[in-house]
């Protein structure tokens, strides 16, 4: 793909997880645009694969709850790229359901894809970054992980535990690797499709920006903290969410 950006990410080596769609592929066509070479990885293999031939990237299938699947995906990312120096978690599921309706499965799967995926993805690209000298990493959680809301008690769960682990990470890993999260409000995505279905005016006019997200805004928030404009910026948690989460 030819690049339209200004090169913020031009020699930036990028794993990006749930690039199948959503804010996942936003990011791998604006990272792209920007100048980075990208790897990557969604458990909907046929469609990350056609993304990534599109934008002229390394694509694969990766279950991110899977171990064995994250190893070997991650060095074939490396061998794919020469080297990785950034990362972006933004594979996730959403399961609306109060606690006392959650089933142990479904518990069990949603910290298993949310919380556990976005640690095994740190944990074994963090090596390939200290090889490569340094990196980003910017995990998306989710204002459900500042504060509740009924009906997502164990997705709120995960991603109080993916702001308490990128911020973990990010005092164990410096000063070569910088480790943020974001908090995006509602991104009209395939995810929030029945949310927005019974409660899209509630959902718009909340925040104080009193509109829906986009992917883009997302994106380019995990772009500033991709990129060295944030070099100074480490172990912090950015909202995305039209002034909702304090209101
Ligand atoms: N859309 C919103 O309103 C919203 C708000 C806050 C946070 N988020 C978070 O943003 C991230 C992106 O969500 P989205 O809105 O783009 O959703 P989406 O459903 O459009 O995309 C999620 C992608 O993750 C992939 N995925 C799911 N489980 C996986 C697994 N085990 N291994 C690999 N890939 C897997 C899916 O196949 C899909 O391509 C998620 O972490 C989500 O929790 C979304």
Redesign the pocket.
Same mark, same amino acid.
Request: with cysteine.
């Given at each position: 793909m030819a690049e339209q950006g200004s090169g913020r990410l031009k020699g930036r080596r990028i794993v990006v997880? =749930?690039a199948?769609?959503?804010? =996942?592929l936003a990011t791998a066509e604006i990272f792209a645009a920007e100048g980075a070479k990208l790897a990557l990885?969604?458990?909907?293999e046929q469609a990350v694969r056609a993304n990534a031939d599109r934008l002229g990237q390394f694509g694969a299938g990766?279950? !991110?709850?899977d171990e064995a699947d994250v190893a070997r995906f991650c060095e074939q990312a490396e061998q794919a790229m020469g080297g990785v120096d950034g990362l972006i978690n933004?594979? =996730?599921?959403?399961i609306m359901k109060p606690m006392l309706e959650t089933s142990l499965a479904e518990w069990q799967r949603v910290l298993d !894809?949310?919380l556990t995926?976005t640690m095994l993805m740190c944990k074994t690209l963090a090596p390939a970054m200290q090889r490569a000298g340094g990196g980003t990493m910017v995990n998306?959680a989710? #204002?459900g992980g500042l504060r509740p809301g009924p009906g997502s008690g164990a997705y709120s769960v995960s991603k109080a535990g993916v702001i308490m682990l990128s911020n973990s990470l990010a005092s164990e890993l410096g000063p070569e690797i910088r480790v943020n999260t974001v908090c995006? =409000?509602? #991104?009209p995505?395939?995810? !929030?499709t029945d949310l927005l279905a019974s409660s899209r005016e509630r959902l718009t006019e909340t925040p104080a920006l009193k509109r829906l997200g986009r992917a883009e805004d997302v994106v380019k928030a995990m772009l500033f903290l991709t990129s060295d404009d944030s070099s100074y910026v480490t172990g912090d948690t950015l909202t995305v969410d039209g002034g909702w989460a304090y209101r």
């Open positions: 997880t =749930g199948a769609r959503g804010m =996942g990885c969604d458990r909907d990766c279950d !991110v709850a933004a594979a =996730g599921i959403l !894809v949310n995926g998306i989710s #204002i995006p =409000g509602t #991104i995505t395939d995810m !929030v």
